[in-house]
């Protein structure tokens, strides 16, 4: 089983910088796209940014080059710098994974599965 662990939300005024960072735990899988994700109270969960196994990013249109997504795969990792916060990018964030399991010869399924952390609230204040 994987498992998505994120980590560096909180409470922020507004203008100032958080940084998300997520790790996948688990035996014998591969990770494909990564990306990270929010949900307002009472709206859907929307994607804020993603990160393809190549490097390519893609980001929502009201991130307006705020936010900056990475990842280290030797880490299994995916991160989120968020500058310059308004009290609008409030919300829980969650991380996702688009993860393939593999078998001890290193063989990996074609695929994929959606993989999800726990969600970590930011809060951006006036």
């Known amino acids: 089983q994987v498992q998505l662990v994120e980590s560096g939300g909180g409470l922020v005024t507004g203008g100032g910088s958080l940084r998300l960072s997520c790790e996948a735990f688990?035996?014998?899988?591969?990770?494909?796209?990564m990306g990270w994700y929010r949900q307002i109270p009472g709206k859907q969960r929307s994607p804020v940014a993603s990160i393809t196994r190549a490097g390519n990013t893609n980001y929502a249109d009201f991130v307006e080059g705020r936010f900056a997504i990475s990842r280290d795969d030797l880490r299994n990792q995916v991160s989120l710098q968020m500058t310059s916060l308004k009290p609008d990018d409030t919300a829980v964030y969650y991380c996702?994974?688009?993860?393939?399991?593999?078998?001890?010869?290193?063989?990996?399924?074609?695929?994929?599965?959606?993989?999800w952390g726990q969600g970590t609230q930011v809060t951006v204040s006036l």
């Open positions: 688990g035996e014998l899988f591969t990770i494909d796209d």
């Open positions: 996702h994974a688009k993860i393939r399991k593999c078998d001890y010869t290193g063989r990996c399924t074609p695929y994929q599965s959606d993989y």
